[in-house]
Nanobody, 112 residues
Framework: VQLAELGGGLVQPGGPQRLPCIASICTSRLNPMGWYRQAPGKERQLVASIFSSGTTNFADSVKDRFTISRDYAKDTVYLQMNSLKPEGTAVYYC???????WGQGTQVTVSS
């Protein structure tokens, strides 16, 4: 399995950004997916996750601003980020939870 994050780049504070993560092959509906981020000098942290039941979880810092969704037909999981803050500047990674599979990461910079 290969995971490829798209999107990223420079975003204005308060602006939106959507990050797709595309899996190279059909991923099991049973495998939960997650989005993580790692800011400079900090540890990688879980931002959002989605389970086969449809249950989603979010870090407290992004609740009410970020959503996560999954399109099984396209083998893609999306992270929709709204009202981005400068502290959201980080490399964002998608991860097939409960496996060793990670994407290569995509840089998101929130700055004016």
């Amino acid at each position: 399995v290969q995971l490829a994050e798209l999107g990223g780049g420079l975003v204005q504070p308060g602006g939106p950004q959507r990050l797709p993560c595309i899996a190279s092959i059909c991923t099991s509906r049973l495998n939960p997916m997650g989005w993580y981020r790692q800011a400079p000098g900090k540890e990688r942290q879980l931002v959002a996750s989605i389970f086969s039941s449809g249950t989603t979880n979010f870090a407290d810092s992004v609740k009410d601003r970020f959503t996560i969704s999954r399109d099984y037909a396209k083998d893609t999981v999306y992270l929709q980020m709204n009202s981005l803050k400068p502290e959201g500047t980080a490399v964002y990674y998608c991860h097939l939870l409960e496996t060793a599979y990670w994407g290569q990461g995509t840089q998101v910079t929130v700055s004016s």
